[in-house]
């Protein structure tokens, strides 16, 4: 016979999920701390976004831009890295609030006109955030 039991899944443990946001966003950011690699990375994702309709050509950014690029591909980096060591209520909260702030720069950015292959960044940070205060919220 058949049971109708609701299935659950096991709780998932905040750490753990801290661990698991840092290391995506390591996988995903630490090119664009690097010089070198922070163009042709930013190339891959303007491809992508021509690949699904839209603009495929990289703005030019000069000197400049690609400095903020990389500053902010080390602050990112930095970020993940204090995250895989940090423990506790306060990097859990940290943590939310960071990704939450990403999410409503993004969703800005999209609505002025940012590349649309950039929602793919807002989904993952909402994810993040989901999983994150659900994590957050287990005894």
Request: aromatic share 8%; net charge positive.
């Amino acid at each position: 016979m058949v049971t109708t039991e609701p299935v659950t899944m096991p709780a998932e443990s905040a750490g753990g999920v801290l661990r698991q946001v840092a290391m995506a966003d390591l996988v995903i950011l630490a090119p664009f701390a690097v010089p070198f690699l922070a163009e042709r990375y930013l190339a891959l994702w303007f491809w992508l976004n021509g690949r699904i309709g839209h603009d495929a050509v990289v703005p030019d950014l000069g000197a400049t831009g690609w400095l903020l690029v990389n500053l902010m591909g080390f602050f990112a980096v930095w970020a993940a890295v204090l995250r895989l060591r940090a423990r506790g209520a306060v990097a859990v909260r940290l943590t939310l609030a960071a990704k939450a702030v990403a999410v409503v720069l993004i969703a800005i950015g999209l609505v002025r006109g940012a590349a649309p292959i950039l929602a793919v960044a807002l989904v993952a940070d909402a994810v993040a955030c989901l999983r994150i205060g659900l994590a957050g919220r287990q005894p």
